[in-house]
C-alpha cells in the first residue's frame, strides 16, 4: 500500500548545528512533496515543499532534496534556533489526490 | 487569510455515543480531509472530499463516516464511539490540485476522549 517512512523519531541538536530528517515514500509515482511544522498545541503549517521535477528547493535556512530513483526525499535545517523546535511531517501525494504523512519527527534544539 | 474552523477543541463522549466532529472552511476550497493524529503514527487519513456529497476512504476510514452537504462543510461521524477513536482529529482544506501549488490549511483539531 501506499505508505511513507519518516526517521528520525525525535532528534536533538545544539543551536547552530544543522538539523537532517529523511522520509521514504513507496509510490513511485507520487509527484509533491510537502513538509509541514507543528509546535506544540498548534495546527501543521507548511513550510516547504517540493514537486518531482526538482532535485532541491531551498528557501533561506530550510532546504528540500528529492531523490525520485530511490524515492527518498530529506528536509535540512541549517543554523538551527530554539524557535525551530517543534514535531515535523513530511508527506507525499499520490496520483488519486491523497496526501499521505510520515509519522513525524520531534526537533528540539538545545540554546 | 484561510480559515479553517472546527466546532469543538476538547470533547469528551461515552463508549456507543455517536459523535459529530464539524469542520467549516471560508476560502471555498474544493477538497477537505479529516485526519487523525496519534504519538507515533503521525497524520493518517480517515476520509477525503473533492466535491459536495463526493467522498473517498483514506486508510483508516473503519468505525467512521464523512458528510459533505455544502462545500464549506466537512464532518466527520463515529457511528459508535469506542475508546480506540480516543485521538486528535485534523480537518483541512485545499483549493483542487495540491501538486499546483495549493497547501493544505489545516483546523486547529478536536481532541476527543472516549471513555
Known amino acids: 500500500g501506499e505508505n511513507v517512512e519518516q526517521h528520525p523519531s525525535t532528534l536533538s541538536v545544539q543551536e547552530g548545528d544543522s538539523a537532517v530528517i529523511k522520509c521514504t515514500y513507496s509510490?513511485?509515482?507520487?509527484?509533491?512533496f510537502p513538509w509541514y511544522k507543528q509546535e506544540l498545541g498548534k495546527r501543521p503549517q507548511l513550510i516547504i515543499d517540493i514537486r518531482s521535477n526538482v532535485g532541491e528547493k531551498k528557501d533561506q535556512r530550510i532546504a528540500v532534496t528529492l531523490n525520485k530513483t530511490a524515492k527518498h526525499f530529506s528536509l535540512h535545517i541549517t543554523e538551527t534556533q530554539p524557535e525551530d523546535s517543534a514535531v515535523y511531517f513530511c508527506?507525499?501525494?499520490?496520483?488519486?489526490?491523497?496526501?499521505?504523512f510520515g509519522q513525524g519527527t520531534e526537533l528540539s534544539v538545545k540554546p | 487569510d484561510v480559515k479553517v474552523t472546527q466546532s469543538s477543541r476538547y470533547l469528551v463522549k461515552r463508549t456507543g455515543e455517536k459523535v459529530f466532529l464539524e469542520c467549516v472552511q471560508d476560502?471555498?476550497?474544493?477538497?477537505m480531509f479529516w485526519y487523525r493524529q496519534d504519538p507515533g503514527l503521525g497524520l493518517r487519513l480517515i476520509y477525503f472530499s473533492y466535491d459536495v456529497k463526493m467522498k473517498e476512504k483514506g486508510d483508516i476510514p473503519e468505525g467512521y463516516s464523512v458528510s459533505r452537504e455544502k462545500k464549506e462543510r466537512f464532518s466527520l461521524i463515529l457511528e459508535s464511539a469506542s475508546t480506540n477513536q480516543t485521538s486528535m482529529y485534523l480537518c483541512a482544506s485545499s483549493f483542487v490540485s495540491l501538486y499546483l501549488n495549493s497547501p493544505l490549511h489545516f483546523g486547529n483539531g478536536t481532541r476527543l476522549t472516549v471513555t
Open positions: 508527506a507525499a501525494l499520490t496520483p488519486r489526490g491523497k496526501l499521505i
Open positions: 509510490d513511485s509515482a507520487s509527484n509533491y
Open positions: 476560502m471555498d476550497h474544493e477538497n
